[in-house]
C-alpha cells in the first residue's frame, strides 16, 4: 500500500464529504436531503475503515475550521467552533465517529457486507455522533444532557434510513471495486 | 470555490493570524467566564461595533454569516420565558451570538494561506515523531481541487439519470458517484508516483 494511494484516497473522500453536501439534486428515500454530510461521514468508515476513514473526517473538519465553506450551505468557519456554537458537538465528533464506524465495520467481517456496514453505521455514525452533539449542545445552550437530547431527536429517523443507506451502497461498492473498500479487505 | 474571507479589506486582514488565534481562544474563555447580562451587552455591542466599521458590507456579510443561530435564540428565550427567567436566557443567547460572531470575524479576515501557516507551524514539531506535513498539505489542496470537480461529475450522474427516468435520482446514484471518486484516487496516486511521489522524507 502506497502513501500516494492512502493520501490520494483519504483526499478524494473528504472532497466526497464535501461534494456530497453541494449537490442539491439528490434527495434520498422519502424525501429526506443528504444535509449536514452525515451520510458522507458513515461511508468514510464503511469504507475507507477506521485509520483511513477517521482522517478523511478529521481532513474535512479541519479545512472546514480554516474557513472553507465545504458544510452543506456552503457554511464553514470559525464561528462553528466556538464552543457557544451549538452545533459544535456534532463537527468535533465527525472524526470520532467515522473511526468507530470504520472499526466496527472491519470487526463485523464474518457478516456480509450490508448488514456489516449498516449496523457500524448505526453505532459509530447515529450512537458516537449523537453523544457528541448532544454534550456540545447542552454546553453551548446551558441545558442539562436530556433537554439537549430531547432537541436531536427529531433528526434520528432520517439518520436511520442514511444508516441503511450506508450499508447498501458499501455492499455495492465492494462488489464494484473490491480492492477499494478498506474495511473487508 | 467561494471563500469565507470577506470581499472587503479591512486592517485586521494585516493582523498575524496566530495572535488573531489566541486573542479568540482568551475571548471566548472570558465569555464563557462572565454570565453578567451587563458585560454580555457590552461585549455584543463591542463585537457588532467592530463589524460595522469596514462599512455596511462588511456588515451585512457578517449578519448573514450569524444568521442561522436564530432558531437557537428563540428556543432560548421561550424555554427561560417558562422557566429561570428571561434574563438568564438572554445571556446565554448574547453569548452565543458574540462567541460565533467573533469566531467568524477571524475567519472573514484571515486568508487561507495564513491559517494553513499557522497549522503548519504547529505540526512542524510533530514531523520527528513521524507525521507527515507534505502529505497533509498536499492532502488539504487536492480536497480544494477536487470538491468542485466531483460536484460537478455528481451533477452531471443525476442529470444523466433524469434524462432516462421520469423520477428523481434517488440514493442508487451515489454508488456510481463513489466508483468515480475511488476511481480518480487511483489515478492521482499513480500520477504523484510517476512525478516521484509524495516521500516520507520529512525534512524537505
Known amino acids: 500500500m502506497s502513501t500516494e494511494r492512502n493520501v490520494a484516497q483519504i483526499a478524494l473522500f473528504t472532497a466526497l464529504i464535501a461534494a456530497l453536501g453541494l449537490i442539491p439534486q439528490l434527495t434520498l428515500a422519502f424525501g429526506v436531503p443528504i444535509t449536514a454530510q452525515s451520510l458522507g461521514i458513515m461511508l468514510c468508515g464503511t469504507v475507507l475503515g477506521a485509520r483511513r476513514g477517521g482522517l478523511a473526517a478529521l481532513l474535512f473538519v479541519a479545512l472546514v475550521a480554516l474557513g472553507l465553506p465545504l458544510l452543506s450551505g456552503g457554511r464553514g468557519g470559525l464561528g462553528l467552533f466556538s464552543p457557544s456554537s451549538p452545533t459544535v458537538g456534532f463537527l468535533v465528533g465527525f472524526p470520532v465517529s467515522a473511526f468507530c464506524t470504520g ?4 470487526r463485523l467481517r464474518r457478516l456480509p457486507t450490508a448488514p456489516a456496514a449498516g449496523i457500524a453505521a448505526v453505532i459509530g455514525g447515529i450512537c458516537v455522533l449523537y453523544a ?54 | 470555490m467561494i471563500s469565507l474571507t470577506s470581499p472587503v479589506r479591512t486592517r485586521a486582514h494585516g493582523w498575524p493570524a496566530g495572535a488573531k488565534l489566541l486573542g479568540l481562544c482568551v475571548a471566548s474563555v472570558v465569555l464563557f467566564a462572565a454570565p453578567y447580562l451587563a458585560f454580555q451587552i457590552a461585549a455584543a455591542l463591542a463585537v457588532w461595533v467592530a463589524y460595522a466599521l469596514p462599512g455596511w458590507l462588511f456588515f451585512w456579510y457578517g449578519v448573514r454569516r450569524i444568521w442561522p443561530l436564530w432558531p437557537f435564540v428563540v428556543l432560548l428565550l421561550i424555554w427561560h420565558l417558562f422557566t429561570a427567567g428571561v434574563g438568564e436566557g438572554a445571556v446565554i443567547a448574547l453569548r452565543m451570538v458574540t462567541a460565533v460572531a467573533l469566531a467568524n470575524l477571524v475567519t472573514m479576515t484571515t486568508s487561507l494561506e495564513a491559517m494553513m501557516a499557522v497549522i503548519n507551524r504547529r505540526l512542524r514539531p510533530f514531523a520527528r515523531l513521524g507525521v507527515n506535513l507534505r502529505a497533509i498539505e498536499l492532502a488539504a489542496a487536492m480536497v480544494i481541487r477536487f470538491t468542485p470537480v466531483l460536484a460537478g461529475k455528481g451533477t452531471a450522474l443525476s442529470l444523466a439519470w433524469r434524462a432516462r427516468s421520469s423520477r428523481r435520482a434517488g440514493w442508487r446514484v451515489i454508488v456510481p458517484f463513489m466508483v468515480l471518486a475511488l476511481d480518480d484516487a487511483d489515478h492521482v496516486a499513480e500520477a504523484l508516483r510517476a512525478r516521484g511521489g509524495i516521500g516520507l522524507d520529512n525534512k524537505i
Open chain 1, 103 to 106: 472499526l466496527i465495520t472491519e
Open chain 1, 132 to 185: 457528541f452533539g448532544i454534550v456540545g449542545m447542552s454546553v453551548a445552550l446551558e441545558r442539562s444532557l436530556g433537554e439537549a437530547a430531547l432537541l436531536v431527536t427529531a433528526f434520528i429517523p432520517g439518520d436511520m434510513i442514511k444508516a441503511v443507506l450506508a450499508g447498501l451502497i458499501t455492499a455495492a461498492l465492494y462488489r464494484a471495486r473490491p480492492d477499494s473498500v478498506w474495511s473487508r479487505a
